[in-house]
């Protein structure tokens, strides 16, 4: 059974410092990694993708990728009260390629 | 507004109950999929179609039955559901189902199942 771990939190983070959000992941063929947003009582919103290996960038948002430890993570930088949400890490499983989910990390940010 | 809608938002029916649930994507996109999401739950994937060809039934049960009349249009036909049926349920639309895999979600449906 291919997996996608996440800490389910809450990760509490104050206003303006990095939120750090991890997920680890089981099939090393994966090739496609994901993360979204998804506020409470709303549906789940693209944030980044990546698919090589390092940093990737877009504004306050920062995804890194290590396949050979197997994990992903998201920074976001300079947090803010509207980055308070759900952060669901999604990796495709490589032999079906199918997309599967982790729990999702819940993010407070502290004013 | 992500260009994926979804009707109704809300639905409340009975299990010996028939009705639909309607996803329209407005991206130009080829990969539609229907997933559901239970609290305490990952996001479970449902079905997914490929230019209006089901590629995916991840062993749904048959009172759930998808339709794909075309690329931009996707159903999801309800029939004597169960309470634990009770849940969000997402339509996303793909540039491709292989290769280009960013999904982006409609607004979901909140189904209750009484």
């Known amino acids: 059974q291919k997996e996608v771990e996440q800490n389910s939190g809450p990760l509490s983070v104050p206003e303006g410092a990095i939120a750090s959000l991890n997920c680890t992941y089981s099939d090393r063929g994966s090739q496609s990694f994901f993360w979204y947003r998804q506020y409470s009582g709303k549906s789940p919103e693209l944030i980044m993708s990546i698919y090589s290996n390092g940093d990737k960038e877009d504004g306050r948002f920062t995804a890194q990728l290590n396949k050979a430890s197997q994990y992903v993570s998201l920074l976001i930088r300079d947090s803010q009260p509207s980055d308070s949400a759900t952060y669901l890490c999604?990796?495709?499983?490589?032999?079906?390629?199918?997309?599967?989910f982790g729990k999702g990390t819940r993010l407070h940010i502290l004013p | 507004e992500t260009g994926v809608t979804q009707t109704p938002r809300h639905l409340v029916m009975g299990m010996t109950n028939k009705k639909s649930l309607k996803c329209e994507q407005h991206?130009?996109?080829?990969?539609m999929y229907w997933y559901k999401q239970s609290a305490k739950k990952p996001l479970e994937l449902m079905f997914v179609y490929s230019l209006e060809e089901r590629v995916e039934n991840n062993s749904v049960p048959s009172r759930f039955s998808p339709e794909c009349p075309n690329s931009s249009h996707l159903f999801l036909h309800l029939h004597t559901l169960q309470p634990e049926d009770s849940a969000l349920y997402l339509c996303a639309s793909s540039q491709e189902w292989q290769g280009a895999r960013e999904q982006y979600f409609g607004p979901g449906t909140r189904l209750t199942v009484t």
């Open positions: 991206l130009g996109h080829n990969a």
């Open positions: 999604a990796v495709n499983e490589g032999r079906d390629d199918k997309i599967i």
